[in-house]
């Protein structure tokens, strides 16, 4: 994956970046395994190392198609649309147990992919996993937590709105928004998962925009 330049506009520092990093570590024994929760992307493509892979749900978070991309899904000039976990309700999703051997590296990866903006605020959260043979049983997850006061947040948008998005057709280093869209409905019911708000704008993008692609 090619990195974004730390001198792209409104990109957090290396020294920034690594200090998030290292705040979010710092609980961390160095020797237990770590899990990491995924709502969006990371369900379709963690690029992590992991040893399992568990259905899981968090309270007090919902997703929400929030945040202005202007690298992965969008441009300067044409942003797209990506997911935050933002304030209030739960949001079901997938846990990935990180062995502590490569967590490290794998989430200085991550890092690079996911917190180049500071769109996100890392939380250890609390995630109960719903695999029948642990169903109920809570771990602490690290998890993306949209910022609010990041100059990306888009809030609460209509979905008048988010379907403009879509038809625009803004595109960036990994795709549209409307792929992402598909790609997250289709993930979360690979899952055996839905998300009725998603899946109700994936029902309308394919009745409103003409060049729908899965």
């Known amino acids: ?12 520092t290396a020294e920034q970046q690594a200090a998030s990093l290292h705040s979010a570590l710092a609980g961390w ?12 992307s990371l369900i379709w493509n963690p690029e992590v190392t992991y040893d399992r892979r568990i259905t899981a749900r968090v309270h007090g978070y919902h997703r929400r198609l929030c945040l202005w991309s202007r690298v992965n899904r ?30 490290r590296d794998e989430l200085e990866r991550l890092w690079d992919r996911e917190m180049f ?15 029948q043979a642990e169903e109920g049983a809570l771990v602490s997850a690290l998890g993306f937590v949209v910022r609010r006061d990041a100059p990306n947040y888009a809030g609460k948008l ?3 709105e988010i379907l403009a998005v879509f038809e625009r057709g803004s595109c960036g280093r990994f795709g549209t928004s409307l792929d992402y869209l598909i790609k997250t409905v289709t993930s979360l019911r690979e899952h055996g998962l ?17 060049k729908i692609r899965s």
């Open 158 to 160: 209509s979905e008048a």
């Open 194 to 210: 839905s998300d009725p708000h998603l899946e109700r704008l994936a029902r309308h993008a394919e009745a409103q925009v003409p």
């Open 29 to 40: 024994d160095g020797t237990s395994p770590v899990w990491l929760f995924g709502y969006g």
């Open 117 to 131: 903006m500071g769109s996100y605020a890392p939380r250890w959260l609390e995630c109960r996993l719903s695999s």
């Open 1 to 12: 994956m090619n990195k974004v330049p730390f001198d792209f506009p409104g990109r957090v």
């Open 74 to 103: 969008g441009t300067l000039e044409c942003p797209g649309l990506v997911a935050g976990l933002d304030r209030g309700g739960s949001c079901a999703g997938v846990a990935y147990r990180l062995p502590a051997s490569t967590t």
